[in-house]
């Protein structure tokens, strides 16, 4: 007897939790759904952000027959950004991460930034990715200035760029090794500068 009631108890049950048809109930922290009671396979809800977050995801979710929401809820997020991060030999100046407020990056001595300096909290996102501090590299090697000046002091073009090719050579330089030398060196005057 336990046995047959036992049995039709989770009879009962199976045939009470898919004939009932619902979704589970919807959820959205910082926010407000378009629902006011049990939600019904292939019904539509949308959602809504409360001031001060913004919505991240779809605005609308049906519920399927086999009771699960798609696509997945949304998440309210907050418009204030959490703190950014540091370069790896840099820092930021700024204590303030709401929204619209604005942060500046720098780097340690002998270091140069590569990226935005300047990121304003958008919505709950940093303008831009994290930049970069790079070590600044001696000057470029003499040689290399002599390939240069090589090709400053002729009038010819072709004069100059075979002159400028042989001293070049004889520096034992690639054309790769003196355009990054050649950067290194306007970094080091561009941090000079500021």
């Not at 809800?45 to 086999?66: A, P, V, W």
């Not at 240069?148 to 009038?155: C, G, H, I, N, P």
């Not at 760029?161 to 950067?183: P, R």
Request: proline letters at 6%; a negative charge; glycine letters at 6%.
């Amino acid at each position: 007897m336990f046995f047959w009631c036992a049995c039709c108890l989770m009879v009962a049950w199976r045939v009470s939790a898919s004939d009932v048809g619902h979704c589970p109930d919807p959820v959205l922290v910082n926010g407000e759904f378009s629902s006011s009671g049990p939600v019904n396979v292939s019904d539509k809800i949308t959602f809504m952000c409360n001031d001060h977050y913004i919505l991240k995801g779809s605005n609308r979710s049906q519920c399927l027959e086999d009771h699960t929401w798609a696509p997945p809820f949304p998440i309210c997020k907050s418009r204030d950004c959490d703190p950014p991060g540091n370069p790896v030999h840099g820092y930021f100046e700024g204590n303030n991460f709401t929204l619209g407020s604005t942060i500046s990056y720098y780097c340690e001595d002998r270091y140069y930034l590569v990226g935005v300096q300047e990121q304003q909290c958008v919505d709950g996102e940093w303008s831009s990715a994290l930049p970069v501090c790079k070590l600044i590299q001696e000057a470029p090697k003499p040689e290399c200035e002599k390939a240069l000046l090589a090709f400053q002091e002729s009038k010819n073009l072709c004069e100059a760029m075979e002159n400028f090719m042989q001293q070049l050579k004889e520096s034992g330089m690639t054309m790769e090794e003196l355009k990054y030398s050649l950067e290194l060196k306007k970094a080091e005057l561009k941090a000079k500068l500021l």
